[in-house]
């Protein structure tokens, strides 16, 4: 089974910080994404990788970036962090860009900024 | 982005098959139609996909309505271990610069009574 691993369940930060979200997948993978999750509004793609070193803005990259140095780990990068990305991040993998492999999901992060 | 259109809730009793609808008008004769699930505290994971015919799987089986504007996610025997939310997701094809992104919607919150 694709094992998709988020370093840390919960994560507590101060306004301000630069907070470091990593995942890794244990499958080489080509894709890896990173969504947030928040009630009512569903999980919203931030930023993905088809390869490495390759990153494409999703729908609200505004505030983040992302690294990939390595096939098996992406990670997320609030430069400053906000009060209003308090959320559940969750980050995915993907065999590869063409066909229709399934996304695997980690169990996320739930990243508290106070 | 082509969009789909799903209950926000429905309810079943332990071990009656249920029926997950889902509305897809402005499908493109290209995309896929994809279901994931996501159980309390999980990330969400991957159920089925089909293009035009009805697929079977382990977990589910799908049905796709022959001008493929609406498709049925069947849980034969409910159990409470499929009380999760329903994804139902339409997968744009690789090939242009959306690299097969999904865009999650809110999904159905599925209820499943002992």
């Known amino acids: 089974d694709v094992k998709v691993t988020q370093s840390s369940r919960y994560l507590v930060k101060r306004t301000g910080e630069k907070v470091f979200l990593e995942c890794v997948q244990d499958m080489d993978h080509e894709n890896m994404f990173w969504y947030r999750q928040d009630p009512g509004l569903g999980l919203r793609l931030i930023y993905f990788s088809y390869d490495v070193k390759m990153k494409e803005k999703g729908d609200i990259p505004e505030g983040y970036s992302v690294s990939r140095e390595k096939k098996e780990r992406f990670s997320l990068i609030l430069e400053s962090a906000s009060t209003n990305q308090t959320s559940m991040y969750l980050c995915?993998?993907?065999?590869?860009?063409?066909?229709?492999?399934?996304?695997?999901f980690g169990n996320g992060t739930r990243l508290t900024v106070t | 982005d082509a969009k789909t259109t799903q209950p926000n809730s429905m309810e079943s009793n332990e071990e009656e098959p249920v029926h997950l609808p889902c509305n897809h008008s402005t499908i493109s004769g290209t995309d896929y139609i994809h279901w994931y699930r996501q159980l309390p505290s999980q990330g969400p994971e991957y159920v089925i996909h089909?293009?035009?015919s009805n697929v079977n799987n382990r977990m589910a089986s799908l049905a796709i309505a022959e001008d493929r504007k609406s498709s049925t996610l069947i849980l034969h025997r409910a159990t409470l271990r499929d009380a999760a939310v329903y994804y139902c997701i339409l997968r744009e094809v690789a090939g242009g610069t959306s690299y097969g992104k999904l865009t999650f919607g809110q999904g159905t919150i599925l209820t499943v009574h002992p």
């Open positions: 995915a993998s993907r065999y590869r860009t063409g066909g229709n492999s399934p996304l695997h």
């Open positions: 089909g293009l035009t």
